[in-house]
């Protein structure tokens, strides 16, 4: 039998991202407060319910995890009555404040009260909860501070990005943050060798899942697995991963000009300090700043890696690879790629304009395989039976192929850049 006599007390404490870090002592002092003022000030009978923390988290919603896991309580019946030791400590949000003061707690018969200035007891003095001015003047004097507390650490992120220093909770992989200044990224040796093995496999010729399925059969952790074997809290969104390598894995990190020296931030924002959903920015918003830290990647072969990353590679069914010069050839006239096909036991390949969109946009352009074999391996100066896709990688730029068969072998400098 629920005695309506007593009060089932919930302490709620919240130390808030501007208040420090460590559960720390303002946890436990606010902890202490409250347990003092149940057992000396409180007036009625009362069992405490549970303790409530949220330790590290912005009050300017009510998303808290501990948060809502009180309000279940209160809605559940088994809470009668919360205590804070602030307004401020469960609410920022004036809007919040209003709904949970004056619309759920009383219907829900539940008791709020805090311990601060102004000190606001619901049962005590109804009142001033429901028509008084302190209340909701304090709620807005809240909200505008979280609201300009938001805008002063915006502003001073947007200074650091800006002057090219590192601000992310975790660093990325291959990279830790510098013991000497947290906003400085140095190389982790372990992690920057897997990096600079999967841009030189790429560089080879070899794709994405293939370097993927290298790095799983020999055991080498995923980053998030990694960064979890060296003690990081780290956790990607979404259900818990397997540890293992994936062809996407993989291509974030040849895409990540973070490997390269540079620093891109700021791709993404909240909303606002109440609204704390993230929005994509269009990367003219971005910070980018390069030469701030030790590339793991040289530069010209980053940039060599992003042109091969940028082809059109398809591998067909039932094969295990593309074909061998899939992604290196186009169409000299349209520049658009060339489009391989199977007829009578011959291989050639025609404009994919010509032959998939108009064939008044271009002509043409067809070319036997085996010319084209012979071609290529004339300007490699190989035999034809040397030609591989790696070859192709470490030296060719791309194959340009003309009206009538004339085939242009077109070669990379060994920096990465054209001849």
């Known amino acids: 039998m629920v005695d309506k006599g007593l009060w089932r007390v919930g302490l709620y404490i919240r130390l808030s991202r501007e208040d420090g870090r460590g559960e720390s002592l303002s946890v436990q002092n606010q902890r202490k407060i409250l347990l003092d003022y149940l057992s000396q000030e409180f007036q009625g009978r009362w069992e405490l319910a549970g303790i409530f923390v949220d330790d590290g988290l912005t009050g300017t919603d009510d998303s808290r995890e501990s948060f809502q896991a009180m309000i279940a309580q209160v809605k559940a019946g088994k809470i009668n009555c919360v205590v804070c030791k602030t307004l401020s400590r469960a609410f920022r949000n004036y809007a919040d404040q209003g709904y949970f003061l004056e619309e759920f707690f009383p219907r829900h018969r539940t008791r709020f009260i805090s311990l601060g200035n102004p000190r606001v007891d ?27 507390t ?16 590192f601000i992310g909770s975790f660093a990325p992989y291959g990279y830790a943050k510098d013991p000497a200044d947290r906003n400085a990224l140095r190389p982790d040796p372990a992690a920057a060798r897997v990096v600079e ?5 790429r560089l080879e010729g070899e794709g994405r899942g ?6 799983n ?44 020296g540079t620093l891109v931030q700021g791709r993404q924002r909240v909303v606002s300090y109440k609204v704390h ?26 940039q060599r890696v992003q042109a091969l990353e940028a082809r059109p590679v398809r591998t067909p069914p039932g094969r295990g690879e593309p074909h061998l010069f899939a992604g290196f050839l186009r169409c000299a006239d349209c520049r658009r790629a060339m489009t391989r096909k199977t007829a009578r036991g011959l291989v050639y390949y025609t ?20 010319a084209l074999a012979a071609a290529a391996a004339q300007a490699l100066g190989v035999g034809e039976g040397d030609l591989s896709r790696p070859l192709l990688f470490a030296r060719v730029e791309e194959i340009l192929v003309r009206e009538g068969g004339a085939v242009e072998v077109r070669l990379l400098a060994p920096e990465g850049r054209e001849t």
């Open 351 to 370: 404009c994919s304009t010509y032959r998939r969109k108009s064939k008044t946009a271009c002509t043409k352009h067809t070319i036997r395989e085996e």
């Open 277 to 302: 959903e993230t929005i994509s920015l269009p990367p003219e918003e971005w910070f980018v700043v390069e030469g701030t830290h030790t590339p793991l990647i040289p530069p010209a072969l980053f």
């Open 210 to 215: 293939t370097i993927a399925q290298a790095l």
């Open 122 to 148: 619901s049962f005590l003095d109804p009142e001033a909860v429901q028509l008084g001015l302190e209340i909701p003047i304090n709620g807005i004097l809240n909200d505008r501070y979280a609201a300009k």
């Open 197 to 201: 093995e999967i841009f030189r496999r």
């Open 150 to 165: 938001s805008a002063d650490v915006r502003r001073t992120l947007d200074m650091k990005r800006r002057r090219g220093e």
């Open 217 to 260: 059969a020999r055991g080498e952790p995923n980053p998030t697995a990694y960064k979890a074997r060296q003690g990081s809290r780290y956790r990607r969104p979404g259900p818990p991963g397997d540890g293992l390598w994936s062809a996407a894995t993989v291509g974030r990190i040849l895409r990540n000009p973070v490997y390269a």
